[in-house]
DNA sequence: AGCCACATACCGACTGGTTAGTCTGTGGAG
DNA sequence: CTCCACAGACTAACCAGTCGGTATGTGGCT
């Protein structure tokens, strides 16, 4: 029971599949999509184009499995956040404050999440985009929480408000350095204080 | 005096090279840089490949004097207001507001200028980093003026409150419909509310 | 006024290179 | 013997950039 589900010919490292997706993801997040053949993953992965094409019907396919990664973390980490048991202000520092941490830990899913999505078939990319509405309204529920207990201020709409703080959870990607001066945990204190102290009444 | 530099073979419409850059510019922020043929360019434009790689030296050039275009207009105005004679609250408000509503009259340009970054030649890069660095670092000085004049807090530091913002700038491109219930004007007046409350002390 | 020389502004067929995806083949486990 | 998990040569399509050619305008000379 301690074999994965697929099998690999060489007993080392870990399962093709996962590795393809490791290798797709360096690759997009730092050459682009477009720029990225199939031919370079799947060297990188160690593999071939017969490897590729056995697990994943589409080069677009590898690219669908990454938002959809990236997609379920975020969102499990923010349900878990949201149903805590704490007030409004902290519930939504802390999730605030994780979005940040784990879009860090994660550049290269951001970086490709961002600058990638038109190169996803139209369905694939409604899908996202629906996937993604879900977590934005979740964020968003926390904010009108917080508005109408007379927490934070009513005077910008909630939408406003969540667009505003994960814009500059987008912008990280672009600008922060793992050797910076700031962790990611600095980071994100400063982000999540910036977010609450907008929202002051 | 009134004819431009460029004359075109038909009198009509605009001269040529404008055709292109707006044609590219549409096409680039929707179907994406690499998604975009050369072809279905100067097709867009009325013209053929031989006027295109008249005026331009290549794909990639197109591309440049679109950032140029948009980097050159973004400085003017933030020099204009950073430079006017007002209190620096007045001034970063203005100037805050200023883009937002300046990135959604261009929303092409929004969309292309942060998806398509990495299509440009290194060297094409690096310039168009530098101009960018003046831009961010003009701005940082209005908000540490106001820092050190006690009208706004230091707990967070003014670089990282460009990129909060400047998130928020990039980000519109991604959500912001004309279609939609907010003016460009009512959405620069809430994210420059929520830029200073987020300074207030 | 007429004519020549040259420049500018394009046209569009062609080339060399690249790429996603296919398909036939094969080694090893059970 | 069979089937899964992959190998890798092959194909059809596409595309940036080139290049030889053409049309229109312009200035100088006579």
């Known amino acids: 029971m ?19 997706l ?4 360096r690759l997009f997040a730092d050459r682009g999509y477009d720029r990225t053949s199939v ?3 799947v060297e990188a ?7 590729l094409y056995h697990y994943f019907g589409s080069k ?6 990454i938002y959809g990664r990236v997609l379920r973390l975020q969102q499990e980490r923010l349900d878990a956040f949201a149903e805590a ?13 994780d979005v940040v941490v784990t879009t860090i830990e994660n550049l290269d899913d951001a970086s490709i999440f961002f600058r990638s999505m038109h190169q996803l078939s139209e369905e694939k990319q409604k899908q996202v985009r629906a996937e993604r509405r879900r977590y934005h309204e979740r964020f968003r529920a926390l904010i009108e929480e917080g508005q109408q207990a007379g927490v934070f201020t009513s005077s910008t709409p ?13 912008h990280l990607s672009t600008w922060y350095r793992p050797d910076g001066r700031l962790t990611p945990q600095e980071v994100a204190d400063h982000l999540a204080d910036l977010l ?6």
């Open 45 to 51: 992965a160690g593999v071939t184009k017969g490897a």
């Open 196 to 201: 609450l102290r907008a929202l002051r009444p």
């Open 2 to 20: 301690t074999s994965p589900a697929t099998q690999r010919r060489d007993g080392t490292d870990r399962p093709v599949p996962q590795r393809l």
């Open 158 to 170: 909630a939408d406003l408000v969540v667009d505003y703080h994960f814009g500059s959870v987008h």
């Open 39 to 41: 031919q370079e993953i």
């Open 22 to 25: 490791a290798a797709a993801t």
């Open 85 to 97: 048991d704490a007030p409004v202000e902290r519930r939504l520092r802390d999730a605030a404050a």
């Open 60 to 65: 677009d396919d590898l690219l669908h499995e």
